[in-house]
Every structure is written in structure tokens, then in C-alpha cells.
């Protein structure tokens, strides 16, 4: 019981930290977040490519992080962090943030649908980064410069 009581302690701990760490730095954390999204997406990649065989389990997870990642990635991006720690989050964000945050829910809804609907397959996965790969250019079109 104590072990389980200290893991709790712990776990709550780390979402204090975590807090912390997007109040103080909202940059470090979006570029976090947006990690996850890209490593999602990869794995979701490598099947469509078949360099990996289908695994539903890598697939329904991949698809649970992007959803879950870009329904709280919009709230990173307060006033004032426009620069610093090398962003490639462009101004046109804090220009238009409601179609900003639009591009976000979209891609959040369309990896929710698809989850719905897991793809059964590599044809499948293929599609469904048709769709993602769509919604995330979408967005990157508008509002990320690219660094070179």
C-alpha cells in the first residue's frame, strides 16, 4: 500500500512540474506536444509504408495521442510567446486564433473519427493519414515558418 501511495505521490508530482513547466515556458511545451503528434504519425507511417506490420494496438494509440494532444495544444499559445526558444509558431496564430484553433479541432475530430472506425489494415492506415496528413498541412501551411 505504501509503494502505491508513493507512485500516486509521484505521478501527482510530475503533473505539478508539468504545469509549472507551461505556465513558464509554453514554447518548450507545444514543441513537446507536437513531438507527440509527429511520433503518432510515424508510427501510423511506418505501417501505411509497411515497414511495419499492422498492429491495431500501435495504430489505436497513435491515433488516441494525436487526438488527445491536439484538443489541449491551442491553450499553449498565450500572449507573449510568439518568440523565444526558436519556435517556428508563426504570428498569423495570434492573428486569427479562432481559425487556428479551428485547424486543431479538426484534425482532433478527424483522428477521433477514425478511431471510431479503426483502420482494420495497412490500406486502411494509409487513408486515414490521407486524412490527418491534410488537416496537419492545413494548419502548417498558415501558421509554422519554416526554419531551414
Not at 502505491?4 to 510530475?14: D, E, K, N, P
Not at 510515424?42 to 509504408?49: D, F, P
Not at 502548417?140 to 519554416?146: C, N, P
Request: a neutral charge.
Amino acid at each position: 500500500m505504501k509503494i502505491r501511495a508513493l507512485m500516486l505521490a509521484a505521478a501527482l508530482a510530475g503533473l505539478g512540474v508539468t504545469a509549472v513547466t507551461a505556465a513558464d515556458e509554453p514554447q518548450a511545451v507545444r514543441q513537446q506536444l507536437m513531438k507527440k503528434v509527429g511520433q503518432a504519425t510515424g508510427a501510423l507511417s511506418g505501417i501505411a509504408k509497411g515497414e511495419k506490420p499492422y498492429d491495431a494496438e500501435i495504430v489505436k494509440a497513435s491515433l488516441a495521442t494525436i487526438s488527445e494532444t491536439v484538443k489541449v495544444f491551442p491553450d499553449h499559445f498565450p500572449a507573449g510567446s510568439e518568440t523565444g526558444m526558436e519556435t517556428e509558431a508563426s504570428p498569423k496564430i495570434w492573428e486569427n486564433m479562432a481559425d487556428f484553433k479551428a485547424k486543431a479541432a479538426k484534425l482532433g475530430g478527424d483522428a477521433e473519427k477514425i478511431l471510431a472506425e479503426l483502420p482494420a489494415d495497412q490500406a486502411g492506415v494509409g487513408a486515414a493519414l490521407g486524412i490527418i496528413g491534410k488537416d496537419c498541412s492545413s494548419c502548417h501551411e498558415s501558421y509554422r515558418i519554416k526554419k531551414d
